[in-house]
C-alpha cells in the first residue's frame, strides 16, 4: 500500500493534511486460492489450510490434519466428555468393578490434554478461567493503596535498556502471576516534544491493568518531555504481540483494541494527523502502510494460532513490522521509526500450543530495513531480548498440551528403568511431551545466539539475551528442584557440578526474597540472563546432557569405527574459552584453597597480584564433578548409550517440527515425518548447540568439529559421485538420521512400523545391527563401560572423614 503525503497551502501555515491513497498490495496473496504459489513473510487474514497442502497425503498426514482440525475434534471433544460422564454415571449406577472402569476411561485420560485443546477455546471456559483469575488476583494482591498501580507485583520502577535513550522495557503484572510487556520507543532528540513516544505490547490478559500501567509509566518516565505540548497525553500504542491464544494472555486484547480505535478515530480531526507505518522496507526506501486506517491497532499471532482479534498472522522467522510516526513540515520531517532501532523476529515453537511463538527482540534493525535514521545497527554490544511467553519459564518450561502424546515408555525422567530396554532400533518421538519441549529449548537457544549479518557488525559484536517469561514461576519451579519427592534419579544433584547447585542456590534464595516482601512491593524475578537460565533450568541442562551423550559417541565411533582420519592440516584452531558469571550474587569458593591463598599471601610466598589471580580461578573448580566417571580399557557402548546417542542427534541437530504438514507450510516449519530415518539433521545446526554448552573442546588433538565433518562426509552414500558437484554442496549441511545411524553405529534402516504401537510383543524389537557393524564385530569386552572413579582422601568435600593409614 503506497502512502503520499502533502502539506496545502493554508491560512495560517501550521495545519498538516495527510491525504492516504491505498492500492492493492505487491505481494498480495489470495489465501484462498489454491493455486497460489507466492511466498509471504505473514498474512493479512486468516491462512486457508487446504492452500497449503500438496496432494496426494498419505494416510498418516491425512491423520495428523484431521487430528486437529477444529471442525471435527471440537464435536468429537465434546462427545467425549459427555461419554465420559454417561460411563461414569452408569459406572456408579451398575456398580461396575473398578479395574474395568479404569480399562474402559485409561485410553481416554491419557489424552485429556487433547481433550482440554478444544474445550479451552469455548466462551464458557473463557468466562470461567477469566473470572477466575480475576478473583484470586485480586485476593492475591490485597489492599493497595489509591496512588499505587494495580498488580500482583511493584513494577512501576523497573525499566530494562534496550537502545539507550530510545526503547525500553517495561513489565507489567496481570491477574495472579501473568506478566506483560510494554515496549516503548522515545522520538530521537531532535523530535523529542513533537513526536510522542511509541509502544508495542506483548500480551494483554487484562486491558484495565494495561492501561493504568501505560498512564502511570508515562506520567514517571516521559511526561516531562511533553510539558510544553499539550496535545500528547501519554503513550501511543499501536501493536499487540500474542505469544499464543490462551485467554489468560489475550482476554484483554479486545477491548483493548476497541478502545483505543474510537478514542483515536474521535480525535483525528483535532489534531494534527500523523502516518503510522512499518518503516521503510526494501531498495526503493519508501514506507510501506501495513493498515488502512492510521487509529488502528495491529495485533500479532502465530499464522496457525487463532489468536482473538489478530489481523496480522506471523510465520517462522519472519521479522515484525513496527510502527513508525511521522510528521512532516514544509522541508522537515520528523520521525520516530521503530523499524531503524530494533528488530522483532518470530521463532516457531510447536508445544504448549501449536502455534506459540517467541518473539526476539534485538537491538539493532532487520536485514532489509533501509533507513537513514537506523541507530541501532551501529551498536557494538547486540542485545536480544526473548518474549517467551508460555514456552520457557525461569527455571522450567510450560507443558506441552498439543504436542504430540508421550507414552510412559518414553519418558525416562518419570520412568528410568525404561531406558535399560532401549536400543539402536527403538523408535524416537521428538514431537511428543517433554521431547518437543526440548528441541523448541534448543531452537530457542540457537536462535537467541544467531546474529544475522550487518554490514556494521565485524562478527566481534559482544551478544547478550534476556528471558522475559510470560508468568512469575521461578520460586516455585527452582524450589521444586529441591524436593527429593519430585526430583529425578538422572536430575539428581550428587551427579552435577557444585557450581550447578549453588547457582540454583543461590537464584532460589534470591527469587524467594524477592517474592516474600510485603504486598505492594513485591519485586519480580525477570529478566532472567540466558546464561544463568542454562544452569538454573532443568530442560537445558537435560539438553547439555544430550551433548555429552552425542559427544562420548561420536568419539567412539571416531576411534572404532570410522573408516577415515581427519588430515592434520585440515585440522581446526580451536581454543576453549572458560566464561565466568560476573553478575552473580553469590560466589562459592573451596575453603581449603581459600585459606591456602590466604596464607601464602601474608607469608609473602605470593604477590598481591597473584592471589588475585587464583581468587579468582577458585570458581571455576566448582565446575568439576566430585564423581567422576571413566571408561574401562578395552570396552564398548551399550545398546542403551548407543540410543542416547541417537536420541542426542536428534534433539539437537533436528529443528522443531509443526503439528501437521498444513502447519508446516503456512508456519515455514519442518514438517511431521512417519519414521525416525527421515528426520533431517543439520551439521551446522549440532555444532552450534555443542558449542553452547562448551562440549567442542573434546576430542584431544582433533577438533571435534572435524570428527563431525568426517562422519557427515562418510555417512553420505553419493559423496563420490558428487565430489566436484559445486551444487551439491547447498544440501551437505542436511542429511537423514538413518543415514547417520547405519555409518555411525551400523543400524540397520528398517525402523519400527505403525503396528508395533499397538502390538505388545513388537513394542521393544531386538538390536538389529548391520553384519559389518564395528559394535558387534570387534571382540572387546562388552560392558556398561564406565566405573566411579572418587577418592575420599583428595575429595574436598570428605577430606577429614576418612583417616590416613
Known sequence: INTKAMSPQSKGGEDLEVVLEAEKATNGVDLNNASTSIKTSYYTRQP??????????????????????????????????????????????????????????????????????????????????????KVAGKKNQGATKSEELPGHSQTINQRITVVPGRVYIHPIPQFIDNIAYLIVSCPPREAVGNLPVLGVLVDCGEDAIVKAHLGGIYKKYYACFYTQNKDIEGIELHAILCTHRHHDHTAGVGALVKELTMKRNGESKAKKPILVNAGRSGGDGQPKLYEENPGNVIVVGGAVEQVPYCNLYVQNGCFVPLPCLSLRNGDTTLENDMNATISIE?????????????????????????????????????????????????????????????????NFLKNPKKLKSKNGNSLIRPQAGSLSTERCFAEVLLRASDQYPSESSSGSSTQTALLYPGHEYTTDLLMRQFDQKTITQDGHWVRMAPSTFFETASHYLTSAHRRALPQGQKLLTIPTPLDKEMIVNPNFRTLKRRGEHFVNAILLWYEFGAENRVPAENRSMFTPTNKRRKDSIFTTVYSNDLNTILQD??????????????????????????IARRPIPSTLPSHKNVYLGILAMTVLGSAPAAVTLSDANIMNMAAPVESTDEILISKSRLISALRQFGLLSGGGSVHLEDIIALLWDESRLDNKSKEHDVESSIDNDLIELGLLKLSMFGVALNQPSWFS????????????????????????????????KHDPKTCLLCQGVVSSP
Open 601 to 626: 599471601l601474608r607469608s609473602g610466598k605470593i604477590d598481591p597480584v597473584s592471589a588475585a589471580d587464583q581468587i579468582e580461578a577458585l570458581e571455576s573448580k566448582l565446575d568439576e564433578n566430585l
Open 346 to 410: 518470530v521463532i516457531g515453537v510447536p508445544s504448549h500450543t501449536r502455534g506459540s511463538v517467541v518473539f526476539a527482540l534485538r537491538s539493532r534493525p532487520a536485514p532489509d530495513i533501509v533507513s537513514s535514521s537506523a541507530v541501532g545497527a551501529n551498536v557494538s554490544h547486540s542485545q536480544t531480548h526473548l518474549f517467551t511467553g508460555d514456552a520457557i519459564f525461569t527455571g522450567g518450561a510450560g507443558a506441552p498440551f498439543e504436542a504430540d502424546l508421550e507414552r510412559s515408555r518414553d
Open 757 to 788: 504401537k499397538y502390538c505388545v510383543p513388537c513394542i521393544q524389537p531386538k538390536p538389529d545391527y548391520d553384519e559389518n557393524s564395528w559394535v558387534t564385530t570387534c571382540k572387546l569386552k562388552r560392558t556398561n563401560g564406565e566405573l566411579q
Open 48 to 133: 486457508k489450510r487446504s492452500s497449503f497442502l500438496k496432494y496426494p497425503l498419505t494416510l498418516s498426514q491425512r491423520i495428523r490434519e484431521y487430528r486437529h482440525n477444529r471442525c471435527i475434534m471440537a464435536p468429537l471433544a465434546y462427545t467425549v466428555i459427555i461419554a465420559l460422564i454417561v460411563t461414569a454415571f452408569v459406572g456408579l449406577l451398575l456398580a461396575l468393578p473398578q479395574f474395568l472402569l479404569g480399562i474402559l476411561l485409561a485410553p481416554l485420560l491419557r489424552r485429556q490434554k487433547w481433550i482440554v485443546q478444544f474445550l479451552y477455546q469455548n466462551s464458557i471456559a473463557r468466562w470461567g478461567h477469566i473470572n477466575i483469575m
